[in-house]
């Protein structure tokens, strides 16, 4: 998936540049150069995914300091990060490498093209799970350690291995392995929960069905041709736009609880509602098209998904911005 894996699970959904249904032979026993196996293993960690899931960390740790946080915690917090998530995101890997080798969008993964081999995969995953566990619980705080082995577990056994092929609400469910950064990055300042840390982890929560299912009504072939039962697989286009607009109606309002609560001031309110503002017109505007019976090109769904990155983007940014200006 840009679901979502947290820091050390994943909600958020990047599309990968790969020719669509271009599948290599698998080269066991072939030659491998080390700087393309160097590649791969990279690869299995899906970077730019973990990108967009630093958004999520390092601005609610300025929140939760009320001001600029240890950069040193900060770095060492980014860096615990990526091991898990890329430990998840390997396991993942390695889990589904049976539909992504039928997937066009998922055909040149390495573990589909035998760049790198199923055991090798298993192998990398497991350790990146088990580093960055006690990188964490070593140099952050046990609390954060607890909550990025939490968010791998829920990414790989409750999203990959359970819900994921069974039910048209795995998104849903398996999503809150990618709401945990907000949780990690909170904890990570102060060893503590607090109500902005579980307003956030909301406001991720509902972001992400209609953050994924924009782009599953654009590879709903994949979907159908491996059997998973992503919500526009099982459900006609209305319907899902349908469940996109509540759930978004619900983001919006629970990202203006942070304001009333006191842990937010004018800034991040404007940023909140005019940017929720253009999210749910957006959003009406592909329920309308679904309405209307457009499909394909006119459908225009990606537009809500390109936009639900540069929402969360802005809206974590005036997070970090906020403190500063009240």
Same mark, same amino acid.
């Given at each position: 998936?840009?679901?979502?894996?947290?820091?050390?699970?994943?909600?958020?959904?990047?599309?990968?540049?790969?020719?669509?249904?271009?599948?290599?032979?698998?080269?066991?026993?072939?030659?491998?150069?080390?700087?393309?196996?160097? =590649?791969?293993?990279?690869?299995?960690? #899906?970077?730019?995914?973990?990108?967009?899931?630093?958004?999520?960390?390092?601005?609610?740790?300025?929140?939760?300091?009320?001001?600029?946080?240890?950069?040193?915690?900060?770095?060492?917090?980014?860096?615990?990060?990526?091991?898990?998530?890329?430990?998840?995101?390997?396991?993942?890997?390695?889990?589904?490498?049976?539909?992504?080798?039928?997937?066009?969008?998922?055909?040149?993964?390495?573990?589909?093209?035998?760049?790198?081999?199923?055991?090798?995969?298993?192998?990398?995953?497991?350790?990146?799970?088990?580093?960055?566990?006690?990188?964490?619980?070593?140099?952050?705080?046990?609390?954060?350690?607890?909550?990025?082995?939490?968010?791998?577990?829920?990414?790989?056994?409750?999203?990959?291995?359970?819900? #994921?092929?069974?039910?048209?609400?795995?998104?849903?469910?398996?999503?809150?392995?990618?709401?945990?950064?907000?949780?990690?990055?909170?904890?990570?300042?102060?060893?503590?929960?607090?109500?902005?840390?579980?307003?956030?982890?909301?406001?991720?929560?509902?972001?992400?069905?209609?953050?994924?299912?924009?782009?599953?009504?654009?590879?709903?072939?994949?979907?159908?041709?491996?059997?998973?039962?992503?919500?526009?697989?099982?459900?006609?286009?209305?319907?899902?736009?349908?469940?996109?607009?509540?759930?978004?109606?619900?983001?919006?309002?629970?990202?203006?609880?942070?304001?009333?609560?006191?842990?937010?001031?004018?800034?991040?309110?404007?940023?909140?509602?005019?940017?929720?503002?253009?999210?749910?017109?957006?959003?009406?505007?592909?329920?309308?098209?679904?309405?209307?019976?457009?499909?394909?090109? =006119?459908? #225009?769904?990606?537009?809500?998904?390109?936009?639900?990155?540069?929402?969360?983007?802005?809206?974590?940014?005036?997070?970090?911005?906020?403190?500063?200006?009240?």
């Amino acid at each position: 998936m840009l679901a979502g894996l947290s820091l050390s699970g994943v909600c958020v959904t990047a599309v990968e540049s790969r020719p669509a249904g271009v599948a290599l032979t698998p080269s066991s026993g072939g030659h491998r150069p080390f700087g393309a196996r160097v =590649k791969a293993f990279v690869m299995l960690t #899906k970077p730019r995914i973990i990108e967009l899931l630093l958004i999520t960390t390092v601005p609610v740790m300025f929140l939760a300091q009320q001001g600029v946080p240890n950069l040193l915690l900060v770095l060492t917090t980014c860096i615990g990060g990526y091991l898990s998530a890329g430990g998840a995101n390997a396991l993942n890997m390695y889990i589904d490498r049976d539909i992504d080798a039928l997937m066009d969008r998922t055909s040149q993964r390495p573990l589909v093209t035998g760049m790198v081999s199923p055991r090798e995969g298993l192998v990398f995953g497991l350790t990146l799970a088990v580093v960055s566990t006690l990188w964490f619980g070593f140099l952050v705080n046990w609390l954060s350690a607890a909550l990025s082995l939490g968010a791998l577990l829920l990414y790989v056994v409750v999203y990959t291995m359970i819900l #994921k092929r069974r039910t048209s609400q795995n998104i849903v469910w398996g999503g809150i392995a990618g709401c945990m950064p907000v949780l990690i990055g909170w904890s990570a300042v102060t060893n503590s929960m607090s109500w902005a840390a579980v307003i956030l982890f909301l406001v991720m929560f509902f972001w992400t069905p209609p953050h994924y299912w924009p782009l599953s009504m654009r590879v709903k072939a994949d979907y159908e041709r491996v059997g998973v039962p992503m919500l526009p697989v099982v459900a006609s286009n209305r319907v899902v736009a349908r469940q996109i607009v509540l759930y978004s109606w619900v983001m919006v309002g629970v990202s203006l609880l942070l304001t009333p609560l006191g842990y937010t001031g004018w800034f991040y309110t404007a940023v909140a509602l005019l940017a929720g503002g253009f999210w749910l017109w957006e959003a009406h505007g592909l329920q309308s098209r679904a309405r209307a019976g457009e499909s394909g090109a =006119k459908l #225009k769904e990606m537009r809500l998904f390109h936009w639900s990155i540069t929402y969360v983007s802005l809206l974590f940014v005036a997070v970090a911005v906020d403190p500063f200006l009240r």
